[in-house]
């Protein structure tokens, strides 16, 4: 496979490996929860990369659906590049705003990218995929950095959003941008993408049912439909073309009475009216007469004004399962500012080009179950968020989202769109956002690094909590449950074949006394069980560790030390 070279490349391949894990610190005030929780909604303020690596030991392969939005590289966004990565050329880049006269921004912004995406691939499940939105600035470049990230045979599709008009005088208009999916595994995909239940649907079926209600004479209720259909055509396309309302709810009409390619039945289908036959398909029609004669008595056809007209199938709202083309139509841009007006009215333009919630809404329906995390380390106003609400309300799921916002605006904007979303908002014109969505959050900020050398001297010691759950997952690439450990025992939690036991305390003087001695180890929990124990030192001789049934490994130094290794 080709692959894509760029200044700095050698120096990030492997930088994920070399972020340090940080401490994640709830701000219970700023949230929406009784108690902050990793296991909750999060929106998390700090830096993306080391909020990914940081947020391994809770998430690793946990994430259903990633959706992030990343710098387009247009030259006028004023992103800069700021990892710190041991290089010489690449500390002279920190700080600096990339504009389009930067002959290194291409570099830049490979360069920014790699490590994220390498964390991104971690946190997804087996079955997870990951849609990144692109313009052709970058395009070509992402696609070679996910093939190599991801690999070629995982790539799954590229959407081509239309969602605006240019008619700016120009040689070609572009009025489109990109959106590109991987999947962690194809193979562990569905092998088919439906979607029963997505925005427009709901709004019709739901319009639907009201106006049955209110309405039981059918040509006044019919006349409300198409009043209604009329004033929101662009919000609920591409099923605008359901243009009508009986007893069975909204339905349009399907000429799938055609039959494709070869001829087909012929007979004769009646007017109702005139008492003359229809015109037939130009095949004829693709089932026998006794399935039309059924289709008649349960009312499922739809008859012209007279027989002129080839009779259609009545389709009912309720039965669409859309699919996710190549193209997406009908969900303009502005749709976006104008969610941002509705939700921020003090402060119409408070954020630039956000994208519309819809629009990654209809991405969920098809990519995520009822029950799926989905992560975006690029948030910005936070619409991921406000579209996992939507889902949430739309199918009755409990899906959750982790939002990862480094700017400064992450609480005044990211966090306040998900409180005004969730607990509604009095003067909206949408009812969703009036009533409001539903839902919690906890707010985290990225607190220290957690680095083998304030073990060693004593500063910033993290919290016996988070020190667990940095080596449970370390050591075992497993997920951390806080709800398994024992702090009396040191109990952090269970492997295939281990389990894991952390005798440590924040404060240095108890440190220096504290070690894997033979009291310590006759005092944990029986069983057949190899153990694994971290400690600041040992007392015990290999013939004790032996008959105990101990794995030692010494803090700092052998955190790093792998399960895998020690079954050799």
């Not at 039309?292 to 008595?297: A, F, G, Q, S």
Request: hydrophobic share 35%.
């Amino acid at each position: 496979m080709p692959r894509l070279s760029f200044k700095g490349k050698v120096f990030v391949e492997n930088h994920h490996l070399a972020v340090p894990f940080h401490e994640l610190v709830p701000v219970r005030d700023k949230g929406l929860s009784e108690k902050a929780s990793l296991h909750d909604n999060l929106i998390i303020h700090g830096d993306n990369l080391a909020a990914l690596k940081s947020l391994l030991p809770t998430y690793h392969g946990k994430v259903k659906c990633v959706y992030i939005d990343p710098p387009y590289n247009t030259g006028k966004e004023g992103w800069a590049y700021n990892d710190k990565v041991n290089s010489p050329l690449m500390q002279d880049w920190l700080g600096r705003v990339v504009d389009r006269d930067d002959l290194t921004r291409h570099d830049k912004w490979c360069c920014m990218m790699v490590p994220r995406l390498k964390l991104l691939r971690e946190l997804l499940s087996e079955d997870g995929v990951i849609f990144v939105s692109i313009d052709d600035n970058e395009v070509h470049h992402l696609r070679c950095l996910m093939d190599e990230v991801f690999g070629e045979h995982n790539r799954v599709g590229q959407i081509i959003w239309h969602g605006s008009t240019d008619n700016n005088p120009t040689n070609i208009a572009t009025e489109h941008e990109y959106i590109v999916c991987y999947a962690a595994d194809r193979q562990a995909l569905e092998e088919v993408w439906k979607s029963a239940s997505f925005g427009p649907k709901a709004a019709l079926e739901r319009i639907g049912a009201e106006l049955l209600e209110a309405h039981p004479e059918p040509e006044e209720r019919q006349r409300e439909y198409s009043r209604w259909l009329k004033e929101h055509k662009a919000q609920v396309k591409p099923l605008d073309r359901y243009k009508f309302i009986d007893e069975g709810g909204v339905f349009t009409g399907s000429q799938s009475v055609h039959n494709p390619g070869r001829e087909g039945y012929r007979y004769d289908v009646i007017h109702p009216v005139t008492g003359r036959p229809c015109k037939q398909p130009l095949m004829g029609y693709r089932f026998p007469e006794s399935t039309m004669d059924r289709l008649l008595e349960e009312d499922r056809v739809i008859f012209g004004a007279d027989e002129s007209k080839i009779i259609e199938l009545k389709v009912y709202v309720e039965d669409y399962e859309a699919k996710l083309g190549s193209v997406i139509a009908g969900i303009d841009s502005r749709r976006g500012a104008n969610e941002i007006r509705e939700i921020f009215p003090e402060d119409p333009q408070v954020f630039k080009n956000p994208k519309p919630s819809t629009l990654i809404g209809e991405l969920l329906s098809f990519a995520t179950d009822p029950d799926s995390i989905v992560l975006d380390s690029f948030a910005g106003s936070g619409t991921t968020g406000h579209a996992v609400l939507a889902q949430n309300a739309a199918d009755g799921g409990i899906r959750r989202f982790i939002l990862v916002e480094c700017e400064d605006y992450a609480d005044s904007l990211t966090a306040e769109r998900m409180r005004r979303v969730i607990e509604g908002i009095p003067d909206a014109n949408d009812d969703a956002l009036k009533a409001g969505l539903g839902g919690t959050f906890s707010y985290f900020e990225l607190g220290r690094p957690m680095r083998q050398e304030s073990l060693l001297d004593g500063s910033n010691l993290p919290p016996w909590e988070k020190l667990a759950s940095y080596v449970f997952f370390t050591a075992t690439g497993q997920e951390f449950d806080p709800a398994e450990t024992d702090r009396e025992t040191g109990f952090v939690g269970h492997t295939g074949s281990h389990d894991v036991f952390l005798i440590y305390e924040p404060d240095m003087e108890k440190l220096k006394s504290l070690a894997l001695s033979l009291p310590v180890a006759r005092a944990l929990p029986a069983g057949s069980r190899r153990k694994l124990v971290f400690a600041p030192t040992k007392y015990l001789d290999p013939e004790f560790l032996h008959q105990y049934r101990i794995d030692f490994q010494q803090l700092p130094f052998q955190i790093y030390e792998a399960i895998e290794r020690l079954e050799r």
